[in-house]
């Protein structure tokens, strides 16, 4: 997503806000269907991809996220293991929200 009439948006998913971001149905099945995968890719369910597939996604579609999913995680855990630190320019309004560990 890029151009200003998505920053709200862009805004929203930076900060872990996905009922804010005005996801259609779809979309939204596939960012629970990806945190699935980020939180406890164990449990991803034949019936979670059905449902993905019901919604209009096809298998290369959801292959696809399962990729991007797993390998964005891998340099999520790569940078946070060497503390790599994105530049400010990554993050103009400062930290999102999502990053915050309480």
Do not use: C, S
Request: no cysteine.
């Amino acid at each position: 997503m890029q151009g200003e009439q998505y920053a709200p948006v862009a805004e929203a998913l930076r900060n872990g806000d996905l009922d804010a971001a005005g996801l259609n149905l779809a979309e939204r099945k596939l960012m629970d269907f990806v945190e699935t995968i980020t939180r406890h890719a164990y449990r991803v369910t034949d019936e979670q991809v059905q449902e993905l597939r019901d919604v209009g996604w096809t298998d290369e579609q959801i292959a696809e996220a399962v990729y991007d999913a797993a390998l964005f995680n891998l340099f999520v855990r790569l940078a946070d293991t060497f503390g790599i630190e994105p530049p400010a320019a990554y993050e103009p309004n400062g930290i999102p929200k999502a990053a915050i560990k309480p």
